[in-house]
T-cell receptor
């Protein structure tokens, strides 16, 4: 199993450009998450999904959109990138919220620089 | 979810036990204590979790005080590969299952 993979690994954008980050998991997990991590800080939840076709806002959703058209994929979109979105983006997945199945597995991260 | 307080940084000699404390004085009865770690530039990795009993797995031990207001993660024989930021997270099994990460403890294992 590859676990959780993210593409691209690194990207440079100009202010106002758009892009999509792809997260894929091969563990048949129901739940998927997008976090961002700024220098010296912990992770903050952007959006999450509890199943195919469903998404919800997290702690810092502004400026981002997501889609979960397939169970194994969770896309994070930036419609008009801003320098404040320079960050490292982590995707994670888990089976559910039930005890014993709630462990989150994280991808390697995508480093985004917005100029 | 309850807030946690951890020391900013700690050092540990290689081969010794690393004891990482965490205060969670506002923890509620249905909230679990989780530990994750993040090795430089990588995604966080789950270590262990518990409710009120002490827990042990192949990676670490978790000691929770009787009043549940604090806990300690123990890495019994720290290696250089254990150098990482360790996050203590308290959460209940409701809602999105998202994890509230603070700034964690940066553990440096010294040769």
């Amino acid at each position: 199993n590859a676990g959780v993979t993210q593409t691209p690994k690194f990207r440079v954008l100009k202010t106002g450009q758009s892009m999509t980050l792809l997260c894929a998991q091969d563990m048949n997990h129901e739940y998927m998450y997008w976090y961002r991590q700024d220098p010296g800080m912990g992770l903050r939840l952007i959006h999450y999904s509890v199943g195919e076709g469903t998404t919800a806002k997290g702690e810092v959703p502004d400026g981002y959109n997501v889609s979960r058209l397939k169970k194994q994929n969770f896309l994070l979109g930036l419609e008009s990138a801003a320098p404040s979105q320079t960050s490292v983006y982590f995707c994670a997945s888990s089976y559910s919220t039930s005890l014993g199945r709630e462990t989150q597995y994280f991808g390697p991260g995508t480093r985004l620089l917005v100029l | 979810d309850a807030k946690t307080t951890q020391p900013t940084s700690m050092d540990c000699a290689e081969g010794r036990a690393a004891n990482l404390p965490c205060n969670h004085s506002t923890i509620s009865g249905n909230e679990y204590v989780y530990w994750y770690r993040q090795i430089h530039s990588q995604g966080p990795q789950y270590i262990i979790h518990g409710l009120k009993n002490n827990e042990t797995n192949e990676m670490a031990s978790l000691i929770i005080t009787e009043d549940r207001k604090s806990s300690t993660l123990i890495l019994p024989h720290a290696t250089l590969r254990d150098t990482a930021v360790y996050y203590c997270i308290v959460r209940a099994f409701t809602g999105a299952n998202n994890l509230f990460f603070g700034t964690g403890t940066r553990l440096t294992v010294i040769p």
